[in-house]
Every structure is written in structure tokens, then in C-alpha cells.
């Protein structure tokens, strides 16, 4: 697995980075994603999920499932991408950004197609995940997955490819 593909910003002045969240994004565009991301966690229609993730700016492919509690990053979704017919399981959570003591970092997360990521799995900003790959539950995906890879653990290691290797 590469190393992940991060962009380190500044902290706010006097503070951990969290603090100066409202000068980097628009206090009222998170609060319009944190409401979609409500229905996103919590509806059963899929389709209406699909349609909520693309408001807030998640490109999403066709046939996409996010099980119940599922989590888009709600500061930077349009860093995010994932493929048709891909699967995000029970509480797990996509991240395009960490925010650290003395800055915060951003990054594109793309899940490829076919992808299936366990219940209560974390994925990490800067992460590429190949097609069908497959993210067992509670793991913490914090390098990139090749095509085809079984992956699981803190962090993810790989366990197995497709071919059996």
C-alpha cells in the first residue's frame, strides 16, 4: 500500500486547528451539509441518499449504498468520490480531513467500484481504494488499497488479493 496524499494547512492563531474551522469553510454551507448528512445516516430510501451526498458536493456513482449511521466528511465532501455499486457499511465513516493541534490537513478520498467497506470502519483523508476492493469492519484505512485487495485492521494491512495472493 502507497502513502496517502494529504495538504497541510495552518492552525488558527492561539489555538488548536478546530478553533478556526469557520475561516476556511462557510459556516452555513456545514450546516446545510450537516442536515443532508442527517438524512444521509438516517433514511432508507438509498436513492435519497445518493441525492443528498451529491448536494453536498460527495461524487457518487450509480447504485451506491451507505448503510444506516454511515458518515461523509461534513467540512470537505467534494473531496470525496465513490464508485458505482460500492458499498459503505454500518457507522463507518469516509474523512477528507484531520484537524490537528497545530494545523489540519485535507485530501482527496476516492473509493473505487464494487468496493465494499465494513461496519465501523474509518477511512482517512488521501486514501485511494481500487475496485473491488474489500475493507473488513473496524478498520482504519489509512494508505491506499490496491484493486482487488482484502484489507482489514489498525491500521488496514492487506489479508488477501483476489487472486488468492
Not at 70 to 77: E, K, L
Not at 101 to 126: E, Q, W
Request: overall charge neutral; some cysteine; proline content about 4%.
Amino acid at each position: 500500500m502507497s502513502e496517502r496524499r494529504t495538504i497541510d494547512h495552518p492552525a488558527w492563531k492561539g489555538a488548536n486547528s478546530l478553533w478556526g474551522w469557520h475561516m476556511d469553510r462557510d459556516p452555513l454551507r456545514v450546516a446545510f451539509n450537516f442536515l443532508l448528512l442527517q438524512v444521509v445516516r438516517y433514511s432508507p430510501s438509498l436513492q435519497l441518499k445518493i441525492d443528498c451526498m451529491r448536494l453536498m458536493g460527495v461524487k457518487v456513482g450509480e447504485r451506491v449504498s451507505m448503510a444506516l449511521e454511515a458518515t461523509v466528511d461534513i467540512f470537505f465532501p467534494e473531496l470525496i468520490e465513490i464508485g458505482e455499486n460500492s458499498i459503505i457499511g454500518y457507522r463507518a465513516t469516509i474523512l477528507a480531513h484531520e484537524y490537528l493541534i497545530d494545523r489540519y490537513r485535507t485530501g482527496r478520498v476516492v473509493i473505487g467500484k464494487n468496493v465494499l467497506v465494513g461496519a465501523n470502519s474509518t477511512i482517512l483523508p488521501g486514501v485511494t481504494i481500487g475496485d473491488g476492493a474489500v475493507i473488513s469492519a473496524c478498520s482504519l484505512v489509512n494508505k491506499d488499497v490496491p484493486a482487488g485487495a482484502f484489507v482489514g485492521g489498525v491500521p488496514a494491512k492487506i489479508i488477501e488479493r483476489e487472486n488468492g495472493v
